[in-house]
Structure formats: structure tokens, C-alpha cells
């Protein structure tokens, strides 16, 4: 008996391996970024002081040695909507992915900046958010988070809306630059979302090959499990990635205040980042490679524009619902929903600099996003006030 079942199970064990194989989708690497992304021009979402541009027609966007460059105006004094910027958005959506990127440098720890590395569904919130690599103003530890429609808790933890359920770890900003770079990878199975980081060249070697194992790869910096008190293929599905850098707004901006490093050089997260060009010279991204994987067993998809291996050839995709989100703000009050959830962070990461306290957002009723014309923007829409700011009106949200 024991012989006649032994093929069976060596088959059923191939089964097995193979169906936790990951084969390249995506590479948005080098030439072929522009190919899978598109320039998101329209106000910003979330109301930072930012004005996004078509980075091909003005030098905001650049290709040098297989590497893409995403920068900000740094040599001008702003005016109009904001400081110009650019924001990318990927043509195709996926459902269930293993996505790699290899950042050799992203804006640095800097008053007025939000730079994000993301991804969204349409309709926000209803197909999630997933934000991979955050931060605003001096924070200097990353912010791992996951925003979806009521009725997704993690640990306890309530992930809906604009607050979010989030862990914080991994190198983010100058210590990411100052290490020569870090690749972030995010896996989305029906199982869960998990994130790894690795700077300064200790990423495993297969981790941009043609094939990479997530189980050999240690325990991850952030967790989000799937369980009956969240169904991750409920709540997140057909996610675009996204890379942007904004300024101010409704966190970084909100936030300006409690910050007394930030709050001493202006009076206004606006009014700084209008008039010191100069200050935001290091405010940009370099993009050694963007990979994305799926193992066609999980329910792994791509479409609307995805890249077959290394074609580049693609098609535009819509966003449902008109305009694209920014990444949700987060950092609440600490009384509120986004304690860390998920796992610990490994002793790993004791190297990097301990971070800022994270900055919280002035006290006020919590609302929700503000819709924007065309939809896509978050409904409800935070409190605001106005001040003039260089003769200019500054929106203010001081709580949602």
C-alpha cells in the first residue's frame, strides 16, 4: 500500500511547489516604465500644495542607465497649485501579486514632503489600499498600512477608511539613501498581505529573478493576515500601483504645526514649500527596477495594461470612478485605530536611526475624504478652513 501511494504523494508534492512558484508578469525596469504608467495630472486629492505635471515634457522624469528618476521642481518658487511634482500610476491592475521594487533613493526626510509608494482599487475605499512605503516630514522608519471599507479588522485592529490598521519598520527616506538603496517586496495571496525590506544590498539574490521564493525570505517587517475578521480577497482587489510625491496636505500639512523642527521654518507646511525651492533638491525617487509576479494558482491576474515580461507593450486601463486617490493620511490621535498590527519588527532593523515621534493630526470630528469632481475621491470630506497664505487661499483640514 505504502508503495502504490508514494507516487501520489511525490506528485501531490510537486503540486505543491509548484503552486507557490512565481513567474514574471510585469517589468517596468529601465525603458519600459513609461510603457506600464501614466502621468496623473489632475488637482491632488488630498490637497497638498502640489502641482502634478507630464514629467517627460519638463525633466521631472528621466531614464539613466536602466534606472528611472522621478523628481520635483527644486529650483523655482511655486505658485499656481503647488510645487511641481509627478505622480504615476500603473495602466494595469492586479488580484494577487508579488511586487518588487529596487528604490536606490527616494526623497529624504524633509519638512513639507509626503512621498508614498502604493496601491489602490477603484472606488476608494471599497477595493483597498495598500500602502507600502509612506512617510511624511522628518519621520524616519517607514509606514506600512492597509485602508478598506468597514467590516476589516487585523488584530484587533479596524482598517477601514482613511485611519487604516498599520505597522511601522523597515528604512525609509535618508536611511534608505544613505544605505545605497533598499528593495521593498509586498506578496497579496488569499492568505494575507505581507512586506519584506532589505537595504543596503541584503536582499536575497532571487528576489528580482525570474522566479522568486518568498519562503526563504525570513520573516516579514509587516503581516496583514487574512481571517474571518477580514477576508483579504473581500476588501482588496484589483489594486494599481502607484509612486508620487506631494507636499503639505492633509498630513503632512495638518501636522506642520506639532512639528518643531518643520513649524520654526515657517509659519505654514504652504508657505515653505513655496518660497525655498532649494530645500527640496533631494526629493526624488531613483527606480532601479519595478517587478511584478503572479503564480497563476492563487487567483494571481493582471489586466488593462499589463506588461508581458519584458515587452513593454501595454494598453491604457481606466480607473473606475474618475480620479485616482492619493494614499490615505494617516497617524491619528493615538487614542484612535492605527496602532501597529501585524508582526514585530525583526531585531534587523535596530541599525537605523530610531524615528521621530510620528506626527498626529490636530484634534478635531473625524469625517471622510472629500470627493472630487469625476469621483475617485474619498466621500464625506474632512473639515476645512481657509487662510491666506502670499495672497493665496490655503485649504486647512483640522480633522476628519
Known amino acids: 500500500m505504502l508503495l502504490l501511494l508514494l507516487p501520489f504523494i511525490s506528485c501531490c508534492g510537486l503540486f505543491r511547489l509548484s ?3 512565481y513567474s514574471l508578469q510585469d517589468d517596468f525596469s529601465g525603458s519600459n516604465f513609461l510603457s506600464g504608467f501614466s502621468f496623473f495630472t489632475d488637482a491632488d486629492p488630498t ?18 542607465g536602466g534606472s528611472v528618476k522621478l523628481s520635483v521642481d527644486s529650483t523655482s518658487v511655486a505658485s499656481g497649485r503647488g510645487r511641481k511634482s509627478v505622480r504615476l500610476t500603473s495602466k494595469a491592475s492586479y488580484n494577487h501579486a508579488l511586487i518588487v521594487v529596487d528604490v536606490e533613493h527616494m526623497p529624504g526626510n524633509i519638512c513639507g514632503v509626503w512621498p508614498a509608494f502604493w496601491t489602490f482599487g477603484p472606488n ?5 489600499e495598500v500602502d507600502i512605503l ?6 524616519s522608519t517607514n509606514k506600512m498600512t492597509l485602508h478598506s471599507d468597514p467590516g476589516c479588522t487585523i488584530n484587533g485592529k479596524d482598517c477601514q477608511g482613511s485611519t487604516g490598521c498599520s505597522v511601522d519598520g523597515g ?15 509586498l506578496e497579496w495571496t488569499s492568505d494575507g498581505m505581507s512586506i519584506w525590506a532589505w537595504s543596503g544590498g541584503g536582499a536575497p539574490p532571487d528576489t528580482l529573478s525570474n522566479a522568486p521564493d518568498p519562503s526563504g525570505w525570513g520573516t516579514p517587517i509587516a503581516d496583514f493576515p487574512s481571517s474571518a475578521s477580514c477576508d483579504i480577497d473581500t476588501f482588496f482587489k ?14 503632512a500639512g495638518a501636522t506642520w504645526a506639532s512639528d518643531p523642527t518643520c513649524s520654526a521654518l515657517a509659519a505654514t507646511c504652504e508657505e515653505y514649500v513655496q518660497n525655498n525651492p532649494t530645500a527640496f533638491t533631494d526629493a526624488y525617487w531613483t527606480i532601479n527596477a519595478l517587478k511584478v ?48 498590527v501585524g508582526v514585530s519588527i525583526p531585531a534587523t532593523t535596530a541599525a537605523w536611526p530610531a524615528p521621530d515621534p510620528a506626527p498626529t493630526r490636530p484634534a478635531g470630528p473625524w469625517g471622510g475624504w472629500g ?3 469625476g469621483g475617485g475621491g474619498r466621500g464625506g470630506g474632512p473639515r476645512k478652513g481657509k487662510r491666506m497664505v502670499n495672497g493665496r487661499h490655503i485649504h486647512e483640514a483640522f480633522g476628519r
Request: glycine share 14%; proline share 6%.
Open 238 to 251: 484589483d489594486q494599481q500601483i502607484v509612486f508620487d510625491t506631494t507636499f503639505c496636505g492633509v498630513w
Open 171 to 185: 528604512p525609509y527616506g535618508a536611511n534608505i539613501n544613505s544605505a545605497g538603496g533598499a528593495v521593498y517586496a
Open 371 to 373: 470627493g472630487r469632481s
Open 19 to 21: 503552486f507557490a512558484a
Open 47 to 64: 490637497e497638498g500644495y502640489v502641482d502634478y505635471v507630464d514629467g517627460s515634457s519638463n525633466g521631472l522624469f528621466s531614464q539613466s
Open 293 to 340: 509576479y503572479t503564480n497563476g494558482h492563487d487567483g494571481s491576474s493582471a489586466s488593462n495594461g499589463s506588461t508581458t515580461g519584458t515587452t513593454g507593450t501595454t494598453t491604457n486601463s481606466t480607473v473606475t470612478n474618475g480620479t485616482a486617490p492619493n494614499p490615505a493620511p494617516i497617524n491619528p490621535a493615538p487614542s484612535s485605530n492605527n496602532t501597529s
Open 134 to 139: 509612506e512617510g511624511v516630514n522628518r519621520q
Open 124 to 128: 476608494w475605499p471599497s477595493s483597498g
